[in-house]
């Protein structure tokens, strides 16, 4: 099993800029992919971006590309997404959650899961 937790959400103004982490433990060597999702009140969870756990291949959802950019810091074993230009669609709480497996934007592929964190983004 895989411990995540997730940091670094909070309000901001549309146009502005926030960052999450997302920190792993546990049994990470049974994973290859870290990925973000958002799930807003009422919505289905949403996938946002994607990296491999080497961080040699990033994955990007449509609404946030150009936007949004993960990373990942391979001695800190964290993950990172950038998220700029933000609008008040990208409110939501954002999970962070890892996998073994290419499919990166079905939710339900993912093996474990953070308890996510608060992004709002007020007009």
């Known amino acids: 099993q895989v411990h995540l937790e997730e940091s670094g959400g909070g309000w901001v103004q549309t146009g502005g800029s926030l960052r999450v982490s997302c920190a792993a433990s546990?049994?990470?060597?049974?994973?290859?992919?870290r990925g973000w999702f958002r799930q807003a009140p009422e919505k289905e969870r949403e996938f946002v971006a994607a990296i491999s756990e080497d961080g040699d291949r990033t994955f990007y959802g449509e609404s946030v590309t150009g936007r949004f950019t993960i990373s990942k810091d391979n001695a800190k074993n964290t993950v990172y997404l950038q998220m700029n230009d933000l609008i008040p669609e990208d409110t939501a709480v954002y999970y962070c959650?890892?996998?073994?497996?290419?499919?990166?934007?079905?939710?339900?592929?993912?093996?474990?899961w953070g308890r996510g964190t608060q992004v709002t983004v007020s007009s």
């Open positions: 546990g049994h990470t060597a049974s994973t290859n992919i």
């Open positions: 959650g890892v996998k073994f497996g290419m499919d990166v934007k079905g939710a339900r592929s993912y093996s474990d």
